[in-house]
């Protein structure tokens, strides 16, 4: 069993920054790819960014260049470094670890943070 905890939101005027946190315990896989996911009422959850184990990364069209995820495997935490955030990335976000194996695949998801960005 995976358990993420996120820490980090909180609010913050246009243009600040801000650095998201997420602790995954539990039986942690090299495969295991982790990211970041938000939801505004109303809307869909959107991918913000993911990373392998390997460092390789892909992030949303609307936070490239201003948002950086990094992933420590010795801590088992992924961050989301925030950059001159926009009140668009008012949001609540959420932590994701996907593993897949052979015939599955599954999602772990952390309890969300919000994020506030006042104009």
């Known amino acids: 069993q995976v358990q993420l905890v996120e820490s980090g939101g909180g609010l913050v005027q246009a243009g600040e920054s801000l650095r998201l946190s997420c602790a995954a315990s539990?039986?942690?896989?090299?495969?295991?790819?982790m990211g970041w996911y938000r939801q505004t009422p109303g809307k869909q959850r959107e991918l913000v960014a993911v990373?392998?184990?390997?460092?390789?990364?892909n992030y949303a069209d609307s936070v490239k260049g201003r948002f950086t995820i990094f992933r420590d495997n010795a801590k088992n935490t992924v961050y989301l470094q925030m950059y001159w955030l926009e009140p668009e990335d008012t949001a609540v976000y959420y932590c994701?670890?996907?593993?897949?194996?052979?015939?599955?695949?599954?999602?772990?998801w952390g309890q969300g943070t919000q994020v506030t960005v006042s104009s």
């Open positions: 994701n670890l996907a593993r897949s194996w052979f015939g599955g695949s599954h999602n772990y």
């Open positions: 539990g039986s942690i896989f090299a495969s295991d790819v």
């Open positions: 990373i392998t184990s390997g460092g390789n990364t």
